[in-house]
């Protein structure tokens, strides 16, 4: 088959169809681009930590899709007032245990962490797979989260200081807090 590059009805098909394969590909530029930027700004630190580890942002663009994707099949569900009263009183005997106990009060606080997660719905035992869906849901302070179990981990080997486990315990309240939702519970009790 030739084609007659002096007709003008060849060359204006020729030209719309080139055309139409550059609006193409500049869609999927554009596409890719908002899917990046929807995963930074959703998952944060998280999302550049999750770059270094696969070493390409494909890679880690894939694997917190994949995360997203586990996420939505959890029945993730808010605590009921009793729980949250429940975790709050809880909370508040590992906070003032703290200070004649800070190694027992670090690992109580992973532990309560750990049981408000499940209650929650978060079915993850293992601390990486755990971490990666409460990052999903809460990106802001999967850092704290990461960082607090990991003072945790060196407490119990004996290599962490009462001021790294001091900061770890407040790591530690800033998922609290985000889990039992207790900066709504405050708010709620302001307004009364």
Request: proline share 2%; net charge neutral; charged share 30%.
């Amino acid at each position: 088959m030739q084609f007659d590059f002096s007709n003008p009805t060849v060359i204006i098909v020729l030209v719309v169809a080139v055309v139409a394969i550059l609006v193409c590909i500049g869609l999927v530029v554009e596409q890719g681009k908002k899917k990046k930027a929807r995963l930074r700004e959703r998952f944060g630190t998280e999302y550049e930590r999750a770059v270094i580890e696969s070493g390409s942002e494909q890679k880690a663009e894939a694997r917190l899709a994949e995360r997203e994707a586990r996420v939505e099949k959890l029945k993730i569900v808010e605590l009921n007032a009793v729980q949250r009263e429940r975790y709050l009183a809880e909370w508040s005997g590992v906070q003032s245990r703290f200070v004649d106990h800070p190694k027992g009060a670090l690992v109580e606080a992973d532990e309560l962490v750990s049981s408000i997660m499940k209650a929650r719905g978060y079915t993850e035992t293992e601390f990486e797979r755990a971490a990666e869906d409460v990052s999903v849901t809460h990106p802001r302070v999967i850092g704290d989260f990461r960082a607090a179990h990991a003072t945790a981990v060196r407490t119990g080997r004996g290599e962490a200081s009462t001021e790294e486990m001091r900061t770890a315990m407040l790591q530690y309240r800033s998922l609290f807090d985000e889990l039992v939702g207790a900066g709504t519970v405050k708010l709620a009790r302001a307004g009364d």
